[in-house]
């Protein structure tokens, strides 16, 4: 784990499977930006910030998925630091038994999907954020929607550095995910639009920073229309959700081998159901008992 300067007391931590961000004040006071999966890599990151010479007094996240907020509870309760989050996403951040509910369809989750990568511990939120200026400690900053990987996540602009949560994904991490996570497919489309255009340096999760993200993003638009138009092959004839899902993966280098990455993938492909079915290319009905898509002709 590692403090990279990108500019004046705005820093990247980069070594990790998540990357975070640092943004300090004068006093040498620090929000974080996401803190990471677990307990192991909080404690790591607020050591590494104390030997720096820093003191972590906030906390924003994102998105409200594991690798982003799993490191809040230590933190906080080891700096007292002041936790904020979009909301929604802060429903689940004090609450994280709601996303492996809402991957298992809303009832409560059988215990092998109550694990650490789905479920991670609690957090206080103690401010909702909401897009626009925001001032903490003397920062200014911008809260920036950016929704589509997660519903409300939302990035933190600050000095011409934008972080970015997981609005897009590096090459490495497309290459090996090969259906990437998304809930709205026509918003994150919209994402990637609007942060083409952005000047900023772009700091992404799960890929690093970009001085000019034009070819990346187009990247995460191109692998979007390619699992568009697997999902569209995979209907020959009408076709169950979980079936589409494992015809699309395997077109991807996805092997399914765990129930966590059942529901992962199955929920990243109703997503592109979804959007499929509002551009019109799509039906859905109920035949025996059993919901059934059918690429419109």
Same mark, same amino acid.
């Given at each position: ?8 007391? #705005?820093?990247?931590?980069?070594g ?55 490191g809040?509870?230590?933190i906080?309760?080891?700096? /007292? ?6 909301? $929604?996403?802060?429903a ?45 400690? /003397?920062?200014?900053l911008e809260?920036?929607? $950016? ?10 602009? #600050? ?22 996570f ?41 692998? #979007? ?28 280098? #996805? ?24 551009? /019109? ?7 025996? /008992? ?5 690429r419109?002709?």
């Amino acid at each position: 784990m590692e403090l990279s300067k990108i500019t004046e007391g #705005v820093y990247a931590v980069t070594g990790g499977t998540t990357v975070s961000g640092v943004i300090c004040n004068s006093a040498k006071e620090a929000l974080v930006v996401d803190t990471g999966l677990d307990e192991s890599t909080a404690r790591r990151l607020t050591r590494m910030l104390g030997e720096a010479g820093l003191l972590i007094r906030w906390i924003f996240n994102t998105h409200a998925h594991a690798d982003h907020f799993g490191g809040n509870r230590f933190i906080v309760e080891r700096t /007292g630091a002041k936790v904020y989050a979009p909301a $929604l996403e802060a429903a689940v951040i004090q609450c994280p038994v709601l996303e492996p509910m809402y991957l298992f369809g809303g009832a409560m989750p059988p215990r092998n999907l109550r694990n650490k990568f789905l479920e991670a511990e609690s957090s206080t939120v103690n401010e909702v954020a909401y897009r626009g200026p925001m001032c903490i400690g /003397g920062i200014e900053l911008e809260v920036v929607p $950016l929704p589509g990987h997660s519903i409300n996540q939302m990035g933190l602009a #600050v000095n011409g550095v934008l972080f970015c949560g997981d609005a897009f994904l590096g090459e490495g991490t497309i290459a090996k995910h090969g259906v990437p996570f998304n809930v709205d497919i026509q918003a994150h489309l919209r994402t990637l639009d609007f942060l083409a255009e952005q000047e900023a340096i772009l700091v992404c999760a799960h890929g690093g920073m970009y001085m000019d993200a034009k070819r990346i993003i187009a990247t995460n638009r191109r692998r #979007v229309h390619e699992i568009a138009d697997a999902v569209l092959g995979s209907l020959e004839s009408p076709c169950r959700t979980d079936e589409i899902a494992r015809v699309t993966c395997e077109k991807f280098g #996805v092997s399914i081998q765990a129930p966590s990455q059942y529901y992962l993938m199955k929920c990243a492909v109703s997503a592109v159901l979804t959007y499929l079915f509002n551009e /019109g290319q799509l039906s859905m009905e109920v035949n025996h /008992g059993t919901l059934l898509w059918s690429r419109k002709t």
